[in-house]
C-alpha cells in the first residue's frame, strides 16, 4: 500500500464548527489532491497542490481551504461546516504530472449535524 | 471547463466480456485513467492511456482514441469480484488537476 493516511478516519460535528482533515504521505509525492464523495456525483476535486505552499482550487471549493506547508501533509479546512459538507472525503497522492497512476487514502466521513 | 461522460450502471454475467464507455470534453488533453472502487473502499488505479490504441493488463484492457475524445475499459472474463463502481478520470495539459467521472457502477451476476 502507499504510505498515504488521512485523519480522522469518522467524524460528526456540528453545523457552523470549524473542521480539518488531514492527509499525510510518506512518499515523498509531489502532487496532492482532495476529493469529496457522494451519491450521484462521483469524485469532485476540492483542491490540489503542486508543491509546498503552491495550492489551486478545483471544482467544488467554495466553503473549503487548504494548507501544504510540508510535502508530507495536505490539510482540507472547513471554516464553518454546513450540512451540505456531509460526505466521504478522499485524499489522493501522485508522483508526477503525468499522473499514471494516484494513490488513494482510505477516506473520511464527515457527518456534519 | 470539462466534462467526462460514462455510463451510470451496467449488469453483466459471470464469465462474459464488458465494455464501459468513457468520452471526455476538455480544453486540453494529457491522458485518461480508470479506477476501480469496491463499496466503502477506496479508489484504486487501473490503467493510463496517454496515446491512441489499445493497453492491456491481464482480463483488463483500456482504449483511447484522442480523435474522438473517448475512451473504454474492457474486463474479460467477469468475475464476482469485479462488482464495482469503475470511473475515467483525465488530466490536462494546462493545469495539474486529475478529474473524474460519475462512476459506472458495475453488477457481475451469476
Known amino acids: 500500500d502507499a504510505g498515504i493516511t488521512q485523519s480522522p478516519r469518522h467524524k460528526v460535528t456540528e453545523t457552523g464548527t470549524p473542521v480539518t482533515l488531514r492527509c499525510h504521505q510518506t512518499?515523498?509525492?509531489?502532487?496532492m489532491y482532495w476529493y469529496r464523495q457522494d451519491p450521484g456525483h462521483g469524485l469532485r476535486l476540492i483542491h490540489y497542490?503542486?508543491?509546498?505552499?503552491?495550492?489551486d482550487k478545483g471544482e467544488v471549493s467554495d466553503g473549503y481551504s487548504v494548507s501544504r506547508s510540508k510535502t508530507e501533509d495536505f490539510l482540507l479546512t472547513l471554516e464553518s461546516a454546513t450540512s451540505s459538507q456531509t460526505s466521504v472525503y478522499f485524499c489522493?497522492?501522485?508522483?508526477?504530472?503525468?499522473?499514471?497512476?494516484?494513490?488513494f487514502g482510505q477516506g473520511t466521513r464527515l457527518t456534519v449535524v | 471547463g470539462q466534462s467526462l461522460e460514462q455510463p451510470s450502471e451496467v449488469t453483466a454475467v459471470e464469465g462474459a466480456i464488458v465494455q464501459i464507455n468513457c468520452t471526455y470534453q476538455?480544453?486540453?488533453?494529457?491522458?485518461l485513467s480508470w479506477y476501480q472502487q469496491h463499496d466503502g473502499g477506496a479508489p484504486t488505479f487501473l490503467s493510463y492511456?496517454?496515446?491512441?490504441g489499445l493497453e492491456e493488463t491481464g482480463r483488463f484492457s483500456s482504449f483511447l482514441s484522442r480523435s474522438d475524445s473517448y475512451g473504454y475499459l474492457l474486463l474479460q472474463e467477469l468475475q464476482m469480484k469485479d462488482s464495482a463502481s469503475y470511473f475515467c478520470?483525465?488530466?490536462?495539459?494546462?493545469?495539474?488537476?486529475?478529474?473524474f467521472g460519475k462512476g459506472t457502477s458495475l453488477l457481475v451476476t451469476p
Open positions: 478520470a483525465v488530466r490536462v495539459e494546462s493545469g495539474y488537476a486529475l478529474n
Open positions: 476538455t480544453s486540453g488533453f494529457y491522458g
Open positions: 489522493a497522492i501522485s508522483l508526477d504530472r503525468a499522473n499514471t497512476e494516484a494513490f
Open positions: 512518499e515523498n509525492h509531489r502532487y
Open positions: 492511456n496517454a496515446l491512441d
Open positions: 497542490s503542486y508543491g509546498v505552499k503552491d495550492t
